[in-house]
């Protein structure tokens, strides 16, 4: 199961990288990049889910924690945006600024959470360093 979300987690990376580099050079954002980071949402999420309920991991208790500390933050910021930008319909600076502040925290945040499980999976599954005892550690059997 690690190395099968290590390898959905790659393959949604890349198509978001492809995504978002095409999103650049159109100047435009489109739907491929927003769904792609739904799709690594809702998979990193039932995979951490899954994942607590079987083994009990702190990390991925962790990363379930940040992602409802997120998504909580989200609905917040949502609300004082739409309560600011009521306030202030007529000012043109102030609506750009904060549309420029709520893209910023609705992409840069999950991105960072997505990179944060990405590793801690790769991590996990590609344990390089497995000590299994202390008997004659010089010496590779």
């Not at 492809?18 to 039932?46: H, K, P, Y």
């Not at 600076?93 to 790769?122: G, K, L, N």
Request: proline content about 2%.
């Amino acid at each position: 199961m690690k190395y099968v979300d290590v390898t959905v987690q790659t393959i949604l990376f890349v198509i978001a990288f492809i995504c978002g580099i095409d999103s650049i050079l159109e100047r435009n954002m489109n739907a491929g990049f927003f769904w792609t980071q739904f799709g690594v949402a809702i998979w990193q999420m039932s995979v951490s889910t899954w994942s607590m309920i079987a083994t009990g991991s702190d990390i991925r208790r962790r990363h379930l924690e940040l992602a409802g500390l997120y998504f909580l933050t989200l609905f917040v910021g949502f609300m004082a945006c739409i309560g600011i930008s009521s306030a202030t319909k007529f000012n043109p600076v102030v609506t750009t600024t904060i549309t420029w502040i709520s893209m910023t925290y609705i992409f840069v945040v999950p991105w960072i959470i997505a990179i944060y499980h990405y590793v801690v999976s790769f991590k996990l599954t590609f344990n390089r360093y497995k000590k299994t005892s202390n008997f004659l550690p010089h010496i590779n059997f």
